[in-house]
Nanobody, 127 residues
Framework: SVHLVESGGGSAQAGWSVRLSCTAS????????MGWFRQTPGKEREGVAT???????DYADSVEGRITIAQDDYNNTQYLQMDSLTPDHTAVYYC?????????????????????WGQGSQVTVNS
């Protein structure tokens, strides 16, 4: 079975950096698109950054320049590096692996494209 296990969340001060990790088991990340989404209370889960099997990347317009997605193929782990944090970064961050259960594709930053999810990591940025 597929498991995506996240680590690295927590509290941070504005201006700090945080790196989230997502390690996959039962799933080879080089074969699929994986990415990161985030959710705040009362809002839908939104795409932040994704990396395809060819290492091409997509970023949400709102985060480009402050967030970097990277991948360690050998260790089957994907990372989300967030720099110059602001309180707007406060959210639960989820790593996600494609495809979805029926094979439909809605776009790299659309949560409906992904069928496997990590447990979620809370990131809280204090001003």
């Amino acid at each position: 079975s597929v498991h995506l296990v996240e680590s690295g969340g927590g509290s941070a001060q504005a201006g700090w950096s945080v790196r989230l990790s997502c390690t996959a088991s039962g799933y080879t990340i080089t074969n699929y698109c994986m990415g990161w989404f985030r959710q705040t209370p009362g809002k839908e889960r939104e795409g932040v950054a994704t990396m395809n099997f060819d290492h091409s990347t997509d970023y949400a317009d709102s985060v480009e320049g402050r967030i970097t997605i990277a991948q360690d193929d050998y260790n089957n782990t994907q990372y989300l590096q967030m720099d110059s944090l602001t309180p707007d970064h406060t959210a639960v961050y989820y790593c996600a692996g494609g495809p979805n259960r029926v094979g439909n594709w809605y776009g790299f930053l659309d949560r409906r494209s992904y069928g496997y999810w990590g447990q979620g990591s809370q990131v809280t940025v204090n001003s």
